[in-house]
């Protein structure tokens, strides 16, 4: 098992204390690249929640995801990220992010091997 980057695990606990979604970063996870803004845990369980409900086949596991770990805080203390929650997120294929609008990720922190602040996004120019 990698140890996971304690930086990285830092910007993930950053994001969950301050509840903000603006956080842009790319990441590397087995030789797949991954872009897009960080999202607190609740908030990404929330969304992804809501669109499995809007479905006629999937409705039922929105509440797999809409069921949040009350067990997530002891003593007061904030509990350490294990993964990155991403929205707005797409995979980089060749010129091209999939999907163009963007997507729901989870990645385990212990799994990135590289990573960077920011998005990258494509243009026409």
Not at 18 to 44: C, K
Not at 52 to 73: K, P, Q
Not at 99 to 125: C, H, K, L, N, Q
Request: aromatic share 6%; glycine share 10%; net charge negative.
């Amino acid at each position: 098992m990698t140890k996971p980057d304690d930086l990285l695990v830092n910007v993930a606990a950053t994001v969950e204390a301050e509840q903000s979604n603006q956080m842009s970063l790319t990441v590397v996870v087995d030789g797949a690249v991954i872009t897009g803004r960080l999202a607190p845990e609740a908030v990404w369980r929330d969304r992804v929640a809501e669109v499995l409900r809007d479905s006629e086949r999937l409705g039922a596991f929105s509440t797999v995801f809409g069921a949040h770990d009350a067990g997530s805080r002891s003593r007061g203390e904030p509990k350490t990220p294990t993964h990155l929650h991403f929205h707005v997120a797409r995979i980089l294929q060749g010129t091209v992010g999939i999907p163009e609008t963007g997507g729901m990720y989870r990645v385990a922190i212990e799994d990135v091997s590289a990573w960077t602040v920011g998005d990258f996004s494509y243009t026409d120019g």
